[in-house]
């Protein structure tokens, strides 16, 4: 079974981001850059399902400028076979990467691809079910457990209300949530290994995909801030103060 | 104009982030069309028509649209839609599952989570765990948008008198089917929409130390929630997790319980009415957003609370 993974190059989790002085975007210079947490997990569970013997092959793409390479690179670390780099500096939007990665899903025709549940940058939680969309295949979104029977997926999902298990027909789209598995750490020979597996590159133009970005970011600003407040010494005060002051109890 | 919105429910009643919903597409402007989609819905249907606001509600009952399935939903709500300026869902789990593939079926960008509707064409919405909010355009010709229940008022959920309608057309994409379910039963309001939330943290230590949260939870007719730290270390179940990439929630209260207030925790709390931390560590973020802080170790301070209320 072949598996296509695709991975995002996103401001790092613990980066407290600000606005810039004009308003215009984020300031992301000399900012911490790290592959985005739920791709680190999508990236796990395809090297798990190629452990297991159930997958033979797994293709890493991640879409952006050059620098996306490191986070491709990372990848191939982890145990990613190959690598594909559709290369813009357009910043394309969840429908943009979504039409660049049918492509490449028509070019490879994976089994199974692998998507994280959101972008921690843009929080869109879109990508993966615009793509299933395209592709006319099903989607289970939000993994938490995913199981491989033949042509069939069974997939765990976490739903408002807890768990949900459906079962798809191959091939299928599967976005991770956090509990699906923990990824590991690239190790060093890996790291030297992956510098020589191989990595094409294709832009959108090669792939005959046209980007608009019909939504346009008009400004960004600070959330209303939250002033601390008081230091409370005991629990009878905090139930006073809760009663008589905030009247919330 | 007029605006789709897709009910959330669970066929026997109508959840309340329908009504949240409602106001932003008020606030667009327009007539206003619920959908119901499921199988035995006529109850969640009925709820819908009483809803303020709403014009029309459509009927969508077939067993093909049991639990929610994304791709089945997603073709009857792309057909629909060609009658449509806006369709717009709650920022729901199903909200987020079926939308994204509605947008890219018609071939447009999608909004997700707006938090505040300035035009009809341009809107707020957090980035970044929240620690940014963006104002957007979008010049689509159909809007699809999901919308944060908590951002928005609900309308009234009486008073309204909308036309019913039925449809028969039947959307069975075919690759997918419902297996099973293991839904949390709890008689606990519901964690989104409860007026009280207490949540625990890593603090907590093991899963048999909730039942200190539960017995405070208990006395003050609240909710239970959890810190990511929490849910993955298996104390509670993950549909208890407040967050970036959990539930939202913006109750009159909310208590955190030796949680140390990490961005993608305020990401889900921060815009709470009035909220508590407790906590030994006194120099722990979460009091930075805390009206109230207590400095003490939760397992003397939950017993004294419960005592106290
Ligand atoms: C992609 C991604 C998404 C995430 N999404 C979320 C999310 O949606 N929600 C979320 O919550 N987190 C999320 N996180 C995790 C987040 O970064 C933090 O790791 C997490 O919130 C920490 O949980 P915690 O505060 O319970 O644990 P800790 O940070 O370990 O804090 C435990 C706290 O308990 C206190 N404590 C310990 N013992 C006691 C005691 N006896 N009495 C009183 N206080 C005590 C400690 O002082 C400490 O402050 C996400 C992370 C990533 C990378
Ligand atoms: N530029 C990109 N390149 C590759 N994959 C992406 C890109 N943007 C989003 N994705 C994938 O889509 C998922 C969800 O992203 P989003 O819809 O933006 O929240 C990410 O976790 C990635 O797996």
Excluded: W
């Amino acid at each position: 079974m072949k598996v296509l993974v695709a991975i995002k190059r996103v401001v790092d989790y613990n980066v407290k981001v600000r606005p810039k002085a004009d308003g215009s975007d984020v300031e992301l210079n000399n900012v911490k850059m790290s592959l985005n947490p739920f791709c680190e997990i999508a990236v796990e569970e395809a090297v798990r399902l190629k452990e297991a013997g159930t997958a033979s092959e797994i293709i890493a793409v991640s879409i952006g400028p050059k620098v996306v390479q490191e986070q491709l690179r990372t990848a191939l670390a982890l145990g990613a076979d190959r690598a594909i780099m559709v290369e813009t500096d357009s910043e394309p939007q969840p429908l943009g990467v979504a039409k660049l990665l049918k492509a490449i899903v028509d070019k490879e025709s994976p089994d199974l691809i692998i998507l994280g549940k959101q972008s921690i940058d843009g929080d869109n939680n879109q990508t993966g079910q615009m793509l299933a969309a395209l592709a006319g295949i099903g989607q289970g979104t939000f993994a938490s457990n995913i199981e491989v029977a033949d042509s069939t997926l069974n997939v765990t999902r976490e739903v408002d209300g807890g768990l949900q298990t459906v079962t798809l027909t191959l091939p299928a789209v599967v976005t991770t949530d956090l509990r699906l598995n923990e990824p590991r750490y690239a190790s060093l020979p890996n790291i030297m290994k992956a510098k020589k597996k191989p990595l094409d590159i294709f832009t959108p133009d090669d792939l005959a995909v046209n980007l608009t970005n019909t939504v346009s970011m008009i400004k960004v600003e600070p959330p209303a801030e939250r002033q601390a407040g008081i230091k409370v010494a005991s629990v009878d005060e905090l139930v006073e103060k809760l009663k008589n002051e905030a009247k919330v109890i | 104009m007029s605006i789709l919105v897709i009910a959330e429910h669970d066929n026997a009643s109508l959840k309340g982030a329908t009504l949240n919903t409602v106001t932003a597409a008020l606030a667009m402007g327009g007539d206003i069309h619920l959908l119901v989609a499921g199988s035995d819905c006529a109850a969640a249907g009925a709820e819908a028509a009483a809803a303020h606001g709403v014009a029309k509600v459509l009927i969508a009952d077939n067993a093909v649209y049991a639990h929610q399935l994304a791709e089945n939903i997603a073709g009857l709500v792309t057909e629909l839609a060609a009658d449509y300026d806006a369709v717009l869902a709650p920022a729901t789990g199903n909200g987020k599952n079926i939308l994204p593939r509605v947008a890219a079926s018609l071939d447009v960008q999608m909004l997700s989570e707006i938090i505040s509707v300035e035009s009809a064409d341009t809107f707020k919405r957090p980035i970044y765990a929240g620690n940014v909010i963006a104002t957007v355009q979008s010049t689509d010709a159909k809007k699809v948008i999901t919308v944060r229940a908590t951002a928005f008022d609900a309308v009234s959920a009486s008073g309204g008198n909308a036309d019913v309608v039925s449809l028969d057309q039947v959307t069975d994409a075919g690759v997918s089917s419902f297996v099973s379910e293991e839904l949390a039963v709890s008689d606990r309001p519901e964690l989104t929409a409860a007026n009280i939330v207490v949540s625990g943290g890593r603090g907590m230590q093991n899963g048999d130390n909730f039942k200190l949260i539960e017995a405070v939870a208990d006395k003050l007719n609240a909710a239970m929630g959890a810190s990511r730290a929490a849910v993955d270390a298996g104390f509670v179940p993950n549909d208890m997790q407040v967050g970036q990439t959990g539930k939202i929630v913006a109750p009159d209260l909310y208590v955190a319980v030796g949680i140390s207030g990490a961005i993608q925790h305020l990401a889900g709390m921060k815009d709470s009415k009035v909220i508590v931390a407790i906590n030994k560590d006194e120099d722990a973020p979460i009091f930075s957003v805390a009206d109230y802080g207590l400095v003490a170790d939760l397992f003397v301070a939950l017993p004294e609370l419960d005592a106290a209320l």
